[in-house]
């Protein structure tokens, strides 16, 4: 998770989720990364205010997609709430395994039996507490970092595990349930590490 700091500019932090979602804690979490971002690693970053137009369809992500890069090129950081994550940009790679819509987070991941070609969906309903962060690929070769909650207890949970090191091998995508509270990773519903593909490897955790 930690490639999200090879950026060649600024990075930009996007609040993707409306006011009536809790402005004031989306705001609060965007503000915390900005501020550990300057502290550990002497970054800058811009925050853009929260956006109603990230979860809009294939045209207007498109032109989401080159307002970013005319802000720079920098890597993107998103900030969501609920079903306000918008979808990743379309790429000549295979679909994005992890989907969120629906009020499901959905991961389809590759078998576990080497020697199989097919993939396992597991699928997450949105309960209290639920988050996640992971990473997406964007165009020009740069990086999203999401952190997402189901809910706002959900999205501080995933948001303590913006990366903070570099090389300590943290990965690539992490879903957090309530049970992380007092039991630490042990609660964990998914983790594990993206192939050349961006498809979930074979050895990711998915339960």
């Known amino acids: 998770m930690d490639a999200i700091f090879h950026s060649m500019g600024r990075f ?11 402005e004031e804690q989306l705001m609060n ?4 990364i900005s501020r550990n971002l300057l502290q ?3 970054a800058d970053s811009q925050i853009l205010p929260p956006q109603t137009a990230c979860n809009s369809d ?6 989401i997609e080159e307002e970013e890069e005319l802000r720079g090129s920098g890597n ?4 969501a709430i609920g079903n306000d994550l918008p979808p990743p940009p379309l790429s ?13 987070l959905t991961i389809q991941a590759a078998a576990s039996n080497r020697h199989s070609s097919r993939t396992t969906t597991k699928s997450y309903p949105f309960v209290p507490d639920l988050g996640a962060i992971f990473l997406r690929p964007r165009s020009s070769q740069r990086l999203e970092l999401v952190v997402w909650g189901a809910d706002v207890g959900g ?3 995933a948001s303590r595990l913006v990366p903070l090191l570099t090389g300590v091998g943290q990965p690539d995508f992490v879903v957090l349930s309530e049970q992380c509270r007092w039991q630490g990773f042990a609660g964990v519903r998914a983790a594990g590490f993206f192939d050349f593909r961006w498809q979930v490897s074979s050895g990711s955790y998915v339960y």
Request: negative net charge; charged residues 10%; contains cysteine.
């Open 76 to 79: 993107l950081i998103t900030v």
């Open 29 to 32: 979490v965007a503000l915390q």
């Open 58 to 63: 294939d045209n207007d992500n498109r032109m």
């Open 12 to 22: 930009t932090i996007r609040i993707c989720s409306p006011a009536s979602s809790g």
């Open 155 to 157: 999205l501080q949970q």
């Open 92 to 104: 000549p790679l295979d679909l994005f395994p992890i989907h969120i819509a629906y009020n499901h």
């Open 40 to 42: 550990y690693f002497a």
